[in-house]
């Protein structure tokens, strides 16, 4: 099921997408839905970020070849850092270049995890339990900035800095599925979830270790070798096999 959120001359919604509809579903996607009984074109409506959480937490460097791309050995437990929910934008809208600070913006094409409800300490062997299901994510970085600071959030944290969708499918199986990112139709990245060194599962245990995780909150898992720069103009698209595409363009921050 593809529960996506979406909006129209009448205000935002929750829906599922069933081909080429969506049909609206009363106040939130998290539990039982109820359906209103109304569905549009899936042409008419405007796709949103599928979700808005209230912490998006990324993971670095869990895949080896992107570890040795960047000039360092793959760590022993998940890197975690954070972005703010205000970097979160959807399909379609623009990735901002922030031209007066950052010389070099990067590409980091991610599988994401969302979470279906409120938990704290899951073990790996109940993270199925715990998340609503997936969607494609955009890391995007001001890499000069992340080597100047040392730490990782003003060059992760920029608005528009996490695009996320097009929806949340809810019956994908994170284990091997195909990863790519492409800019200007260009494949940049090409990898399978299967090489991530930290799974999904892993991944869900070892962040509500340390925090308690709120229905609708993102777990970027990391993003595979390719990255690289984007220029003004530039369109980048991330597909993870068997949730969907996610498409942005890049502009000039005023």
């Known amino acids: ?33 109820t359906f209103t009984g109304h569905r549009l074109p899936l042409a008419d409506v405007r796709l949103l970020a599928p979700i808005l959480p209230s912490k998006v937490i990324a993971i670095g460097k869990n895949y080896a070849a992107h570890a040795e791309e960047m000039g360092g050995e793959a760590p022993a437990e998940p890197m975690m850092f954070s972005k703010p929910s205000t970097a979160v ?7 901002t270049y922030p031209q ?36 494609c994510a955009n890391d995007v ?55 991530l060194l930290h799974d999904v599962p892993a991944l869900v245990e070892y962040v509500s270790q340390v925090m308690t995780l709120l229905p609708g909150d993102v777990i970027l898992t990391g993003t595979p070798a390719g990255v690289g720069p984007l220029e003004i103009g530039d369109e980048v698209t991330v597909t993870v096999d ?13």
């Open 242 to 254: 068997g949730v969907g595409s996610l498409t942005n363009r890049v502009i000039a921050r005023d």
């Open 89 to 95: 934008i959807g399909p379609g809208e623009a990735i």
């Open 100 to 135: 007066k600070l950052s010389e070099r913006v990067d590409f980091e094409g991610e599988l994401a995890v969302v979470i279906g409800r409120m938990c704290r300490e899951v073990p790996a062997s109940r993270a199925a339990d715990v998340i609503l299901g997936y969607t």
């Open 1 to 33: 099921m593809r529960i996506a959120r979406f909006s129209t001359d009448d205000g935002m919604s929750f829906g599922v997408v069933e081909e080429n509809t969506v049909a609206a579903i009363a106040a939130h996607p998290f539990g039982d839905l």
């Open 141 to 195: 970085t001001a890499r000069d900035l992340q080597a100047k600071d040392g730490q990782w959030t003003r060059a992760k944290g920029f608005d528009t800095f996490c695009p996320i969708g097009p929806w949340i499918e809810t019956e994908a199986d994170p284990a091997d599925l195909a990863i790519s990112t492409t800019v200007n139709g260009e494949v940049r990245q090409d990898a399978r979830t299967s090489l």
